[in-house]
């Protein structure tokens, strides 16, 4: 059974920075991409950043030069480091990885709540 498992949300003021991290584990043969969505309440829910096991990145707009995404292959985590934080970043922030056990799937963590506010 495969879990992906959040750490680092919480409450920041406007213009702060936070770290979200997010471990899969599991019957994992391999991981092609991860990444990080984020639903806002009454929002559909949206991709913030993804990046591929080669290291390829793909930012939303809204973050481009203020969020960073890495990842470690070898311990199967992915990080978001999040800088000048806006109030509008307030969200659910959602762990997603494409990974193989038998074949690809697509899998989800719990959610990690983001609150910006002064």
């Known amino acids: 059974q495969v879990q992906l498992v959040e750490s680092g949300g919480g409450l920041v003021q406007p213009g702060g920075s936070l770290r979200l991290s997010c471990a899969a584990s599991?019957?994992?043969?391999?991981?092609?991409?991860m990444g990080w969505y984020r639903q806002a309440p009454g929002k559909e829910r949206e991709l913030v950043a993804a990046?591929?096991?080669?290291?390829?990145?793909n930012y939303a707009d809204s973050v481009k030069g203020r969020f960073t995404i890495s990842r470690d292959n070898a311990k199967n985590t992915v990080d978001l480091q999040m800088n000048s934080l806006k109030p509008e970043d307030t969200a659910v922030y959602y762990c997603n990885a494409v990974l193989k056990t038998v074949y690809f799937k697509n899998y989800w963590g719990q959610g990690t709540q983001v609150t910006v506010s002064s």
């Open positions: 599991g019957s994992i043969f391999s991981i092609n991409v």
């Open positions: 990046i591929t096991s080669g290291g390829s990145t």
